[in-house]
């Protein structure tokens, strides 16, 4: 299977690997990971890599939404030599209230050599 982030790759050679363990080198490919856990349902891996000074102590991801498409818009920062940067993307999902879709410009920070999630602002305008 493709996976589902976007890259064209196969899941295995993808996403998956972090999912598995390997530490994501960018602050985007932490974020293209992140999605791909909402789309094959990891809410573990979500909360491993959310930053502990916002992480939730649980997280119940919703059956009925199914995320399907991710585009980067554009990233700040966030390389291999940097200790912070934002990913702004849209995810595209299916519920049964139909398509819809979450515009949202993520921080990420990295910390002993491990990028996380910090927050998100959600763009309500579109």
Partial sequence: M??????GLPYGECCELLHLGT???TAERLMRSRFSAFAVNLPD?????????TRPTELDLDSDVRWYRLDIESRERGGMLDNGGLVTFTAWFRSTDGPGSLHETSRFAREGGAWRYVDGIVDTRR
């Fill in 45 to 53: 891996y979500l909360l491993e890599t959310w930053h502990p000074s």
């Fill in 2 to 7: 493709r996976c589902p982030c976007g890259t």
């Fill in 23 to 25: 530490p994501a080198p």
